[in-house]
């Protein structure tokens, strides 16, 4: 501990991200990106903005962006927020719609930062245990004076709930914020967005960086009553007036603008993953159903972190967490054709 630590940075307790290896000769299938790249209309909208304006301000409220956003999604702007990221508009909603409305809940085997942005900002956390078969149960969420959050689909589970289950969570919790992260929702699952004309309670959030093979630019958006959302605006200018910035802005924007190829990317990605799925069960993994560009999968016989090492001494990295629950288990991002065969080569190795 440094002299120059306050107690409080000294008791901090950060997310620990996945491995982003230099080395450009791996299979890297540990941190969900898209195995493919941006729209070229992404990259074009991009290239078009280096020039001498970087030397100006971007847009304080990202217009541009928040109309495509609204244009796709069939909402107003008023209803959309976005940030550098999700994780950054996450942090907004829970150092501003949940601190001060605990407890907080959330499922116990989901995004570790949901536990990590309730100890930076001194969060009651109420972490609800999944089911036996990994679900969330519904049952589990009722929360008179607080807020909720959960991914759909879940991670690292890649569970989906369907919409009639988020709407009784809802409809249970009428005074509690309830948020969605819709991180991986692109790849098989339906968004709630649909639902926030009705619930005003509903926040929804999603990011660029899996269906949209936007990882690098760090763009993530919500959408929510505007109420909800100027909230998260107030926040935001009280921390940094420009978390986009010009490249971002355009970029993301275009992205919003090609459907086709963001449609074909994520079909791509789901047929490829209904092959690996069968591919491991072929030897004889468990495999969860996934809803996500993600698989979740144990063996019977071979320990998780030894098969995620051998896996890396074959130069596949996957990912493995060391927790209670899901020790055993490897989370396998869907990679190309080509990445999802050398994993299977590799599997077929070590079995
Ligand atoms: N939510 C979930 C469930 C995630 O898995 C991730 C990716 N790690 C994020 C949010 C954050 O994504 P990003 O900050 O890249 O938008």
């Known amino acids: 501990m440094s002299r120059f630590w306050s107690p409080f940075v000294h008791d901090l307790v950060p997310y620990v991200p996945g491995e982003q290896p230099k080395l450009d000769n791996l299979v890297k299938l540990n941190t969900n990106e898209s195995p493919y790249g941006p729209s070229p ?10 020039d001498d304006r970087l030397r100006l301000y971007p847009a304080p409220d990202a217009d541009l962006l928040k109309q495509a956003i609204a244009d796709f999604y069939q909402v107003t702007t008023a209803q959309v927020f976005v940030g550098n990221g999700s994780d950054e508009v996450l942090a907004h909603v829970f150092n501003g719609l949940f601190r001060h409305t605990e407890p907080i809940l959330y499922p116990d085997i989901t995004y570790s930062f949901y536990p990590v942005y309730c100890g930076l900002y001194g969060i009651d956390a109420r972490p609800q245990p999944l089911a036996d078969d990994f679900t969330l149960r519904v049952a589990d969420y009722q929360q008179p004076n607080g807020g909720i959050i959960f991914p759909n689909p879940n991670a690292p589970t890649g569970i989906l709930l369907g919409l009639p289950q988020i709407e009784e969570i809802l409809q249970a919790n009428p005074d509690s914020v309830v948020v969605v992260d819709e991180a991986y929702v692109d790849f098989g ?12 309670n509903l926040l929804v959030t999603q990011t660029l960086s899996k269906s949209r093979s936007l990882a690098g630019l760090r763009v993530g958006l919500a959408v929510g009553h505007p109420e909800l959302i100027e909230a998260l605006e107030r926040l935001k200018n009280s921390f940094n007036s420009y978390p986009l910035d010009r490249l971002a802005i355009a970029g993301a924007a275009a992205s919003f603008a090609d459907r086709e190829w ?38 019977p016989l071979h320990q998780g972190a030894k098969l995620a090492q051998g896996l890396r001494e074959q130069r596949v990295i996957v990912r493995h967490f060391n927790k209670p629950r899901i020790s055993e288990f490897l989370r396998i991002t869907i990679g190309t054709e080509e990445q999802n065969q050398a994993l299977v080569s590799a599997l077929e190795q070590l079995l």
């Open 41 to 50: 209309r992404v990259l074009e909208a991009i290239r078009q903005q280096v």
């Open 189 to 200: 699952g339906e968004s709630a967005i649909g639902l926030v004309d009705r619930y005003p």
């Open 262 to 299: 963001f449609d074909s990317v994520r079909q791509r990605v789901i047929d490829s993953r209904e092959w690996l799925a069968a591919e491991l069960i072929r030897l004889g993994f468990e495999v969860l159903p996934s809803a996500a560009n993600f698989v979740f999968v144990r063996h």
